[in-house]
C-alpha cells in the first residue's frame, strides 16, 4: 500500500470465485465510502479464487491507492480469509462484508455511525434472506443447540456483516485455533453488541459457494471450537446406563437367591444381557473421565486469552484497553 495516514474504517472482503460480480460490488461500495467523512481502506482476501478474481482486483488496487489485495495461496475457506484481513486491517475500525452483493453497502454509514456513538461490535442483523427454506430452518436448529452446547447466544438472522473495533480486533488477533468461526470468536470476547437491520439483497452473479457439506463442517468445527460438550456426552450416557444396569443386575440377582419370588423366570441370555449393559455402562464413563481430561487440553491448547478487559477505571480516570 502506499504512504497514506492511518485509515479510520478498514473494509475486509473475502473473495472465492466472485469475479462475474466483484466488479459491480467495488463501484457500489467505493462510491459510499467516498461518501463517509472518514478515512479508509478496503483490503480484499482472494482466497484462491480460480475464475480471475485476482486480476479483476488488481486492477482495483492501480486504480486506487486505497484498495489492498492479500492473495492466499489456495482455498483455506471463509473463515481463514475473514480472519486474515481482519490481522492485515489498519483502521481504528474493521468492517467485515461479503463480495457477492448479499450485505448492503449502503448500510455501511449506519455501522460507522454506532461506532462513533461508543458501539465496539456492531452486528449486521437480516430482516429478510434471500436463503431457501431449509437452510433457514437449518440455521435456527443450528444456533439454538449451539447456544444449549457453549453457553453463547448467537442469533440465526445475524452474519457476519458486522464491525469491530481496533481493541476487539487486538483481542481476537490473539486467538490462533484453526477450525473456527469468525462471528462465534468475536461473541466469545464479550463485548457488548449493536445491531444494524438490514434487507438481504440477491447475489450480484453466479451461485453461493457455500455448499451443504462446507456448512456442515462449519457447524461441526463451531461447536468444536467453542464447546467441550461433545466430549461429555459420552459421560452422561454412561451416567444413565451404568445405574438401570446396575439396579436390574441386583435386582436379577436377590430374585435368584430368593427362589424367583417375583416370578421373572430369567434366563441365561437374559443375565449376560444385563451384565454387558453393566460393562456398557462402566466403558461409557470411564470414556466420560477421559473426555474431562481432553477437555482440559483442548482449552489449554486453543491459547485463548484467560480474561478480557474493556475498560479500567484509576483515579477518577478510565481508558479502553
Known sequence: MNKLSQPVLSVVVPVYNEAAGVAQFHAKLMAVLEGLAVSYEVVYVDDGSLDGSNRVITGFTAANAH????????????????????????????????????????????????????????????????????????SKLFYGAFRRMTGISIDSDVSDFRLIDRTV????????????????????????????????????????????????????????????????????????????ATLLGLGMIINLCLGDPLQLQATGGAYVIVLMLWLIGILLVSQGIIGLYLSHIHTETQNRPLYVIDTQHSQGASWSE
Open 67 to 138: 484498495v489492498r489485495l492479500l492473495a492466499l495461496t489456495r482455498n483455506f475457506g471463509k473463515e481463514a480469509a475473514t480472519t486474515a484481513g481482519i490481522h492485515a486491517a489498519c483502521g481504528s475500525a474493521i468492517l467485515i462484508i461479503d463480495s457477492d452483493g448479499q450485505h448492503p453497502v449502503d448500510a455501511i454509514p449506519r455501522f460507522v455511525a454506532k461506532w462513533q456513538q461508543g458501539a465496539k461490535v456492531v452486528v449486521g442483523r437480516r430482516t429478510g434472506r434471500m436463503a431457501s427454506l431449509w437452510k433457514r430452518t437449518g
Open 169 to 244: 480486533q487486538a483481542e481476537f488477533n490473539r486467538m490462533s485455533e484453526r477450525n473456527r468461526i469468525t462471528r462465534g470468536l468475536i461473541d466469545w470476547l464479550g463485548y457488548e453488541r449493536q445491531y444494524v437491520s438490514y434487507q438481504e439483497h440477491a447475489r450480484l452473479a453466479g451461485t453461493s459457494p457455500q455448499s451443504f457439506r462446507k456448512l456442515f463442517k462449519l457447524a461441526v468445527d463451531s461447536a468444536i471450537s467453542l464447546s467441550s460438550s461433545p466430549l461429555y456426552l459420552v459421560a452422561y450416557i454412561g451416567a444413565i446406563v451404568l445405574p438401570v
